[in-house]
């Protein structure tokens, strides 16, 4: 074996020792993953497990009767509230919500801010699902749990390898390169693969792990769409994170150094036309979901 796939085995290996210094999952956690791998999930089940919880049904219920929802009565209980959000909604929300608890917990280094990491990545997350709303795509049921997970290898080579996420970032910032060159160049290894990997291990539906893959190279995902006509799940990504980036919502300033403008990054999707009322429709859901957390 070479020396640098010595190298790059390492520091892969040295990223994924990582997730072993995250707190371990929570029952609610363990429950919603599980049901992303397509494990049976009955509303009673979801309530029920909720309900153990005090923070996070405090949450679901301020959620519920926030103006996003527009109700004239207030709901009070959480089974009501699994009702009126549904099933898919409510777990997009609480994956969310408890993953910020999560990663709160990480000890990272100087120039990482845990606020902004989980700003951008509800950012991606709202807005991959609002974008599979408004277009076909490929496996749409996943946008918001890929959206939300696809910089985690970010977070990992921040907690587990700090003197490298800085000279990245220093790299990032001087030569305006795009970050994944910048990583591949320093660990031979990018974020895309660590987080992909990450969603391996956790045993994440594969074509969520395909979309997070491919987030920055969306047209190199050589797996042709399930539907005719349908954009990949990585272009959405792609896309929503773009979007978020452009609209302030980024994890270091030098991620904006390459931002475009919305209308430009919505026209892959076919989406230019839209782009106020994608705009006006992801403020509006980010700033309930965010006040909730």
């Given at each position: ?21 995250l707190p371990p999952f929570s029952p609610i956690l363990n429950h919603l993953m599980a049901s992303l791998a ?62 910020a608890r999560l990663w709160d917990k990480a000890r990272t280094p100087a120039g ?182």
């Open positions: 074996m070479s020396p640098s796939t010595l190298h790059r085995v390492s520091y892969r290996d040295l990223a994924l020792r990582s997730l072993d210094q397509d494990e049976d999930v009955s509303f009673a089940r979801l309530a029920a497990v909720i309900e153990r919880d005090s923070v996070l049904s405090g949450n679901v219920l301020r959620l519920v009767n926030s103006a996003l929802y527009g109700r004239r009565g207030t709901v009070s209980s959480v089974r009501a509230a699994v009702a009126v959000l549904g099933m898919v909604r409510l777990r997009n929300y609480l994956l969310g919500f408890s993953v990482w801010s845990m606020e902004r990491f989980n700003n951008h990545s509800v950012a991606v997350a709202v807005l991959s699902d609002i974008l599979v709303q408004k277009t076909t795509a490929d496996y749409a049921e996943g946008a918001f749990v890929a959206g939300l997970l696809h910089d985690l290898g970010r977070l990992m080579i921040a907690i587990a390898l700090p003197e490298e996420f800085a000279q990245i970032s220093v790299a990032q910032r001087v030569s305006g390169m795009p970050l994944e060159k910048c990583e591949q160049e320093h660990l031979e290894v990018t974020h895309s693969e660590l987080s992909a990997a990450a969603l391996a291990r956790w045993s994440l539906p594969e074509p969520i792990r395909r979309a997070v893959l491919y987030h920055h190279r969306s047209d190199m995902n050589a797996a042709a769409p399930v539907r005719s006509g349908a954009h990949p799940l990585s272009r959405v990504v792609e896309c929503a994170d773009e979007v978020a980036k452009s609209l302030g919502y980024s994890i270091l300033d030098a991620d904006n150094q390459r931002a475009k403008p919305v209308p430009e990054v919505l026209a892959r999707l076919g989406l230019e036309q839209r782009s106020s009322e994608i705009s006006e429709a992801f403020a509006s859901e980010l700033g309930t979901v965010l006040a909730s957390f």
